[in-house]
């Protein structure tokens, strides 16, 4: 049944089955500034503004629209794209009964890669280029796949589900991966320089944000995170934003420290913040939030 299947998928993917969800997220656009050498919130938005399941932002590389996934027919799960500055919205997949999940920019292709829930529920990483040709498997023996980040054109850090869940490195030149970690968090990036990073979860509840080199495989400890938080997201310039029911806060690798706080974004309707986009500028920041009681407003 349709049903099962998506509801088994949201739940390896970190979201609970879209009946479920209550209040509803939606995605919001948090507007970023540079002042006096400190970063300021000036603004929030609501993008998607409607009841369903709208989340996993995540910018094109020129910073002018957002893919995301959303499930607006049915049971199926699609990847959209809008246009912030004209709020225009595009469906990019249509390919049901299967559905996309984790939208992201292909490096050096018109493409996007996504996770493909199959007819037959497997899940595995896909490229869907963008003017309409074919889409293919990418990895086919890897499988199954939840969350990915690409560290060169050759080269993904890939979330693949199991008990417990691990880090792969895997090279679409032979098809292979090779677990690095086990027990990490859902939000994989990678940063400006080509490093990964990752959130291992300790046993003893202690959640630490890591970073890989992917050739060398070397390893280091960055900060704990907030506590029970596994969503963050890097800025333009080096910073790591994470989020605390709705407080927004910062880690700077430069200084060391502890995080701290950008600005309450519950001034601005949002509760509940998990994942977060930078975009490319850093001059915004993509976040999906639940909108306070009587926050969404009637379109």
């Known amino acids: 049944m349709r049903i099962a299947v998506v509801s088994t998928v949201l739940l390896a993917l970190g979201a609970l089955p879209v009946a479920a969800q209550a209040p509803e997220a939606d995605i919001f656009l948090v507007s970023l500034a540079r002042s006096g050498g400190r970063l300021t ?7 998607t503004n409607r009841p369903g399941y709208d989340n ?11 893919f995301f996934t959303s499930v607006r027919e049915g049971e199926q799960a699609d990847i959209y794209r809008i246009e912030p500055g004209t709020d225009i919205t595009k469906r990019v ?22 996770i493909r829930v199959e007819s037959d529920s497997t899940q595995r990483l896909w490229s869907v280029p963008l003017d309409g040709s ?10 199954p796949v939840g969350y990915h980040t690409w560290a060169n054109d050759t080269t993904l850090a890939l ?4 008990t417990p869940n691990s880090l792969q490195l895997a090279r679409t030149t032979t098809g292979r991966g090779d677990t690095i970690a086990t027990g990490i968090g859902r939000s994989l990036h990678t940063t400006r320089d080509g490093l990964v990073s ?30 029970r938080v596994e969503d963050y997201a890097w800025t333009a310039d080096g910073l790591v934003l994470a989020a605390e029911g709705s407080v927004l806060k910062a880690w700077d690798p430069k200084r060391g420290g502890d995080w701290f706080t950008v ?8 509760e509940g913040i998990t994942r977060l ?8 920041v993509a976040v999906v939030a639940q909108p306070a009681v009587n926050a969404r407003e009637n379109r």
Not at 41 to 47: D, Q
Not at 56 to 66: N, T
Not at 277 to 284: D, F, I, K, T
Request: hydrophobic residues 35%; charged residues 20%.
């Open 159 to 162: 979330f693949v589900l199991g």
């Open 56 to 66: 996993q932002p995540s910018w094109s590389s020129d910073g002018r629209s957002l």
């Open 277 to 284: 986009a930078v975009s490319p500028r850093g001059n915004a």
């Open 134 to 143: 074919p889409s293919r498997v990418i990895l086919d023996g890897i499988k």
């Open 41 to 47: 919130v000036t603004g929030a938005r609501n993008l």
């Open 198 to 227: 990752y959130v291992y979860k300790q046993d003893n509840g202690e959640w630490w944000l890591m970073q890989i080199e992917p050739t060398t495989r070397q390893q280091r400890r960055l900060v704990r995170m907030p506590s």
């Open 263 to 270: 600005a309450d974004l519950g001034q601005y309707g949002l």
């Open 93 to 114: 997949t249509t390919t049901a009964p299967e559905s996309e999940y984790s939208a992201t920019v292909m490096p050096r292709r018109n493409a996007i890669s996504v």
